[in-house]
């Protein structure tokens, strides 16, 4: 009889416990609390990494790994990004045929404005990233898009990004329907997909600073600070999403689509773990 | 102090007869460690280590069972792509099924047919599986 008794305390105490930690971590509407979130993710790595400042994490790995760093410092002496800052400045200070330009689609003349973006668009009902507010000037002022990934647009988004440096990231979630995107890019960041079952935070999070193969996954803290990135990888500039893509496919999973609503969502829900940290783009990669 | 003992106790019995007795997990431990083809003893009752996909496959390789079989891993791709958890692979192998088939060689064509739609079923069990899980993944 105690065996039972001490058989049905234990699945009743596993239950409840599995049920409490759901509840805390906010997985739907109703519980999702984003600064909750934020703090809690900045929690875990500073227990983790206590002799790392939280300001250093927009450094990503090379935050955490000294041998790492010293590379890196070495390649920031000569920045592979720094022609596409001045690429970025050209396109961005080009008037469109209609005479317009894109300073007259963003506040401030869109220069000092990366930390705001992504952004919640009430009247668009959407996340609006940075790259997509580059595209939707481009369509509204009778001009093509851009690819998504490289080129043109990592350029001009690079530019901005440069422009905002040391500005702190202040991602609002204002209302109901933005909370749902970020819960919906909570979700992304956490779910397991493609045929190596693996998610966003299992190199991220849990595998931060865990060797795979030969590399050494950044944390998620800060990871969003510093793109658009210049991979020795790509050998050229690319943007978040771009990286995004990669990922998935690392995992062997089939790519969701750039720009597409569940990429914005997560870029809305890295971004706003990020909140507080400054704008340190563009950066250099591996 | 006894109690504390005994409630431990009782709470690692707990998990270790769940997991032994998962039927899921008794298969997959079967499979990883033989394979397909393999019979194993389940609460008393005899399985084998197949995937459905894999007796749906165990038929005379002919035309039209490789057609079959490709059209249903073709729609079952399908399925998967809606719910956005392909995997990379799957489209491969459907190309070289369907390659395989035009060839003519159907027993080549039904196994890589299987394969694929095993690798979509996955998929949309790992959709399922997102759901709900992975909220356990959130640090507290």
């Not at chain 1, 008794?5 to 009743?12: D, H, I, Q, V």
């Not at chain 1, 599995?18 to 227990?47: C, H, M, W």
């Not at chain 1, 990286?243 to 969701?256: A, D, E, F, I």
Request: overall charge positive; some cysteine.
């Amino acid at each position: 009889m105690k065996i039972i008794k001490s058989l049905l305390a234990g699945a009743s105490i596993a239950l409840v416990a599995s049920i409490t930690q759901a509840a805390n971590s906010g997985n739907t509407l109703a519980s999702v609390d984003p600064e909750a979130d934020r703090l809690a993710l900045q929690s875990y790595f500073q227990k983790r990494f206590p002799q790392v400042a939280l300001s250093d994490y927009v450094n990503g790995i090379y935050a955490l790994d000294a041998p790492s760093r010293e590379q890196w410092q070495d390649i920031e002496e000569f920045p592979p990004y720094e022609f596409d800052i001045e690429e970025g400045e050209a396109l961005f200070n080009k008037t469109f045929a209609n005479g317009k330009s894109y300073a007259d689609c963003f506040a401030n003349g869109g220069i000092g404005i990366r930390q705001n973006f992504p952004r919640w668009d009430a009247s668009q009902g959407k996340v609006v990233t940075l790259e997509l507010a580059i595209n939707q000037c481009r369509e509204a002022n009778g001009e093509e898009a851009l690819g998504w990934k490289k080129g043109k647009i990592a350029q001009i988004s690079a530019y901005m990004a440069y422009t905002s440096r040391d500005n702190v990231f202040d991602v609002q979630i204002p209302n109901d329907k933005a909370k749902a995107a970020y819960l919906d890019g909570k979700q992304s960041f956490y779910a397991r997909r493609g045929q190596l079952n693996m998610s966003c935070a299992n190199c991220h999070v849990a595998g931060a600073y865990i060797k795979i193969r030969a590399d050494l996954p950044g944390p998620t803290l800060g990871h969003v600070t510093h793109f658009p990135v210049f991979r020795s990888k790509w050998g050229n500039l690319g943007t978040l999403q771009r990286r995004y893509g990669g990922c998935q496919k690392n995992v062997r999973g089939v790519p969701q689509k750039t720009q597409g609503e569940k990429f914005r969502n997560l870029e809305f829900f890295q971004t706003y773990m990020s909140n507080g940290l400054v704008v340190n783009g563009p950066g250099a990669r591996k | 102090m006894k109690k504390t003992i005994s409630l431990v106790a009782a709470l690692m019995m707990v998990s270790g007869v769940v997991a032994a007795h998962s039927f899921n997990e008794a298969f997959n431990e079967q499979r990883a460690m033989y394979g397909k083809g393999h019979s194993f003893m389940w609460n008393g009752q005899t399985y084998i280590t197949d995937h459905p996909e894999e007796v749906a496959a165990a038929v005379e390789a002919n035309a039209a069972n490789a057609a079959k079989l490709l059209a249903s891993a073709k729609a079952k791709y399908a399925e998967v792509l809606a719910v956005d958890f392909g995997w990379t692979l799957t489209a491969k192998l459907l190309k070289s099924a369907n390659k395989a088939l035009e060839a003519g060689d159907f027993r080549k064509s039904m196994n890589i047919s299987a394969q694929a739609e095993y690798h979509s079923r996955m998929g949309i069990a790992q959709y399922h599986q997102s759901q709900t899980e992975w909220i356990m993944a959130v640090p507290e």
